[in-house]
């Protein structure tokens, strides 16, 4: 196999730590993903019992103490732009096992391993067994995606534990890697904290299986009614909706955020308070039993404004708080007919007036409905999603970059991408998408690949034939595995989309297919001088390099491009006007991908969000969406009368 040239560059790597003596998250988020790849999740044994996907401290330790991660980058030769060159990078984590013991304890603080055998408890053992967690498996989706790492061996721990599938990412000071606090940030946060409606739940919640109960905790913090009868003096004890234990706060922030630690967990819910968001109901502890108190500080601007100048959150088992008026209008929870406030159980005709008069006590002589605010509050979304949206849109220019701007979305966004593509699968073009979506991938594994290893354990790679003189470092061996699998994906894809007569042909233009044609028969004849027959057979695919690859890639790009255009401009205005689309859009419980308050990446996004300045520093929210999450929350989805398995529902679409 003919090589190019590949330059490789050794560098160690210290981990910056924070005022308080921990790393910072990127440093941490880095280290646990590699070291998870790095192991071999088993089987293993404590207290009689056996636990799946899981490693042990010994394990965990032995594999920090020598682990090197790999990443190797194609592009350009800079003397040579038609020449692609490989440069393989390996950053080495050595530590003690103390040291590593210590790591680990970051990795639980983070809450991206938990005790196997007690969930609940907060401290790494120097003779335990721990497993990921749904958010430790949403970062290790994410870190494999960006860097193109194979991740085979961790198939089954996906399959069979939950995922968190949607992460809020608080963005953070470079200097001290301290969350960038302000209005918007604290706003975005308290949204997703609050969920779109009062997260009560069910009495029948309380037969939920782990992983069910997981989900319905995604949704939200959990409320509860609290009578509080200290203060009542008529002898009808009041009651305050809307509240929560305060340590059930922070367990749901270190979980569903990217906040490290209960101690960053409570400033954040002290910012709530400061915000007056939340107040405090009552805490009844003893008065000799210890609190701990955080208080935040920041600047207040006075007036009417809710923001104080400081904001106090307890961190004890009895204090309760509660989500206050100004939260509640934050939340944007919608109001009903019937009373209440959406989801509460002990909602009243009474509590409705209230609720409306305070909503309404803005300074305007002309209060505005809660459907009246949901239109405005979406109409820049409505504009890419809703086609039959026309204003100036009735323009053909403006029509097809609408149409393309949807597509873009609906691709982006993990659920939608999969009704889409059944969609197509019953109008029978799914090829389309199956095709951009495969070159996607094949150019972003050809981009960028990574491995992870230690000596203490390491999985065997076949060993190849190198030059004299050059080591086969693990980096790359991995490399060269890399790119034969990435020879097989550029084959697999010709074959079943472009070679005439294939499994799933695609419908497009004829001097595209021939100019593939062209360029495969001036390879074939070169390399090996042998006329091109139409299809590559399989002892010819070890005569690619990557320069070839890559041009392959230019051209894949090209038929990409005209595949995109067709989906946008024909099949995309009939897909948002089925009903199935229009029921998911309208869906706000479980789908929040219409909220335009946060941008929604998906998990094999850029590692920062596009159009954030971090020169500035000004701070921002971001949310990634886990792929195998949304595959299984749709897979699991359970299927109504009008969402049955006949292809005619879509095909009615006028």
């Not at 692609?84 to 013991?101: E, G, L, N, Q």
């Not at 000799?288 to 108190?293: L, P, V, W």
């Not at 086609?387 to 982006?412: P, W």
């Not at 095709?435 to 094949?442: C, G, K, R, S, T």
Request: proline share 5%; hydrophobic share 35%; glycine share 6%.
């Amino acid at each position: 196999m003919q090589h190019d040239a590949s330059p490789q560059a050794s560098s160690s790597h210290m981990m910056k730590t924070t005022k308080r003596g921990r790393p910072f998250l990127k440093d941490t988020l880095d280290l646990f993903a590699t070291l998870v790849v790095s192991l071999q999740l088993t089987t293993h044994k404590q207290f009689f019992r056996s636990f799946p996907n899981s490693f042990s401290t010994d394990e965990a330790a032995a594999n920090l103490a020598s682990l090197k991660f790999s990443q190797s980058n194609r592009g350009p030769d800079p003397r040579e732009p038609s020449r692609v060159i490989t440069t393989t990078t390996t950053t080495t984590f050595s530590m003690t096992r103390d040291m590593a013991k210590a790591m680990s304890q970051h990795f639980m603080d983070a809450r991206l391993i938990e005790n196997a055998a007690d969930p609940s408890s907060n401290l790494f053992k120097d003779r335990g067994v721990y497993v990921l967690t749904p958010k430790g498996l949403h970062v290790l989706e994410r870190f494999i995606s960006r860097n193109g790492i194979n991740g085979d061996h961790l198939a089954h721990v996906f399959a069979t534990q939950p995922i968190c599938m949607k992460l809020l990412h608080l963005e953070r000071r470079s200097v001290d890697d301290e969350i960038i606090v302000s209005q918007s940030v604290i706003t975005a946060l308290f949204r997703r904290f609050s969920a779109r409606e009062p997260n009560y739940p069910s009495p029948s919640n309380q037969n939920l299986d782990p992983t069910a109960a997981y989900h319905e905790r995604a949704k939200g913090i959990q409320l509860m009614d609290v009578s509080d009868r200290q203060s009542s003096s008529s002898g009808r004890a009041p009651t305050h909706r809307y509240c929560f234990a305060a340590l059930a706060a922070l367990e749901w922030l270190c979980d569903f955020t990217s906040v490290v630690g209960r101690e960053e967990a409570a400033e954040m819910a002290a910012q709530f308070v400061r915000f007056g968001l939340i107040t405090l109901v009552s805490d009844k502890r003893k008065n000799n039993d210890s609190a701990i108190i955080f208080t935040v500080r920041g600047s207040a601007p006075g007036g009417n404004s809710p923001v104080s100048q400081t904001g106090e959150f307890r961190c004890t088992a009895k204090a309760i708080y509660k989500i206050s008026e100004e939260g509640v209008r934050t939340a944007r929870w919608e109001t009903t007919r019937t009373g209440g406030l959406r989801g509460s159980p002990n909602s009243s005709t009474a509590n409705l007036s209230a609720e409306r008069s305070s909503l309404e006590k803005d300074g305007s002589s002309k209060p505005v409905s809660s459907s009246d605010a949901k239109i405005h509050r979406r109409i820049s979304l409505a504009e890419k999603l809703n086609t039959s949206y026309t204003g100036d849109a009735a323009l053909d220019k403006r029509t097809k970059e609408s149409n393309t701007e949807r597509l873009q979305f609906i691709i982006d966004n993990p659920t939608l991408c999969h009704l889409f593509r059944e969609f197509l699968r019953d109008n029978f073009c799914e090829e389309n998408l199956a095709f951009w979506l495969e070159v996607q991938d094949f150019k972003r594994k050809f981009n960028i690949t990574s491995s992870a290893s230690s000596a203490a354990f390491q999985r065997p790679i076949p060993e190849r034939g190198t030059a004299a003189g050059k080591a086969n470092t693990p980096g790359q061996q991995a490399m060269e595995q890399h790119h034969e699998a990435l020879i097989q994906q550029a084959h697999a894809i010709y074959t079943m989309y472009l070679a005439k007569s294939s499994q799933a042909e695609l419908n497009i233009d004829h001097g595209l297919r021939n100019e593939l044609s062209a360029y495969l028969s001036e390879v074939m004849q070169g390399l090996t001088g042998t006329p091109f027959q139409g299809h590559i057979e399989a002892d010819q695919l070890s005569s690619f390099n990557a320069t070839q690859l890559h041009m392959m890639i230019r051209l894949y790009e090209r038929i990409q491009t005209h595949v995109f255009r067709l989906m946008a401009t024909d099949s995309v205005p009939k897909f948002t006007k089925t009903p199935r689309f229009i029921a998911l859009r309208n869906q706000n419980d479980d789908f929040d991908f219409l909220d335009s308050d946060v941008q929604y990446l998906s998990n094999a996004g850029p590692p920062v969000p596009p159009g954030l300045n971090k020169e500035q520093e000004v701070g921002g929210t971001y949310v990634t969406v886990s792929q195998k999450g949304a595959v299984a929350a749709h897979e699991s989805r359970p299927r109504t009368g009008g969402d049955r398995e006949s292809r005619r529902p879509w095909n009615d679409i006028s």
